[in-house]
């Protein structure tokens, strides 16, 4: 069965520290996806990356970087050089291979506050 | 741009009362979603489809239907609303083409049942 493990229920970092949200996926497929999504505080959730099993190179985009292990199932996020704007819940969420119909299983978030 | 859209961001309703969430999407997307979000609970998935008139159920079904009559439009029903249902309700559609599973949501629905 898929699960999404985000232990850090909160994290509170002063701007410009850098942050770390942690995820942790079980799935028995070979082949799967991961995502992060970020959900400020208007509520829609807005989709940052996605990543397949196959694909094991880590990611930069501006200031926020993603490392994924297979080898400890992990999917981490880290954003350097925190800003306010920041400052949200995160969910990183899991896929198998389908038929292409489905459903993401979700963690269940992590809410940033970055404090100015 | 895809675009979802959900029929209202805020909604306070009386228990027993039946009620819509309606939500449309604009990308010809195949797959729609509907999940509910409460603290400490994250993302729950109710029901989606993956076709016009299918429809499957998800983790959290009970209490809910849903109806899907044309490819755009995905609609959530709370056939006699309770106090436990209020909750944010979030909207979401993905194409079906492999490998692209990343899901398109709306803006939510905040729905408070009294």
């Known amino acids: 069965a898929q699960k999404v493990t985000q232990a850090q229920t909160e994290i509170s970092v002063v701007e410009k520290e850098d942050v770390t949200l942690d995820c942790v996926y079980e799935?028995?497929?070979?082949?799967?996806?991961l995502f992060w999504y970020k959900q400020p505080p208007s509520g829609e959730l807005v989709f940052l990356i996605r990543?397949?099993?196959?694909?094991?190179q880590n990611e930069i985009s501006g200031r926020y970087s993603w490392n994924f292990q297979k080898s400890t199932s992990s999917f981490n996020f880290t954003i350097t050089a925190s800003q306010v704007v920041d400052s949200a819940v995160y969910f990183c969420?899991?896929?198998?291979?389908?038929?292409?119909?489905?459903?993401?299983?979700f963690g269940k978030g992590t809410r940033l506050s970055v404090i100015a | 741009d895809v675009k979802v859209t959900q029929s209202s961001r805020y909604l306070v309703k009386r228990t027993g009362e039946k009620v819509f969430l309606e939500c449309v999407q604009d990308?010809?997307?195949?797959?729609m979603f509907w999940y509910r979000q409460d603290p400490g609970l994250g993302l729950r998935l109710i029901y989606f489809?993956?076709?016009?008139?299918?429809?499957e159920k998800g983790d959290i079904p009970e209490g809910y239907s849903v109806s899907r009559e044309k490819k755009e439009r995905f609609s959530l029903i709370l056939e006699s609303a309770s106090t436990n249902q209020t909750s944010m309700y979030l909207c979401?559609?993905?194409?079906?083409?492999?490998?692209?599973?990343?899901?398109?949501f709306g803006p939510g629905t905040r729905l408070t049942v009294l």
């Open positions: 979401a559609s993905s194409h079906r083409g492999y490998p692209y599973n990343e899901q398109f």
């Open positions: 990308m010809d997307h195949e797959n």
């Open positions: 799935t028995r497929d070979t082949t799967y996806y």
């Open positions: 489809s993956y076709d016009v008139k299918m429809k």
């Open positions: 990543r397949n099993s196959f694909d094991e």
């Open positions: 969420a899991l896929s198998e291979e389908g038929s292409g119909n489905t459903p993401l299983v």
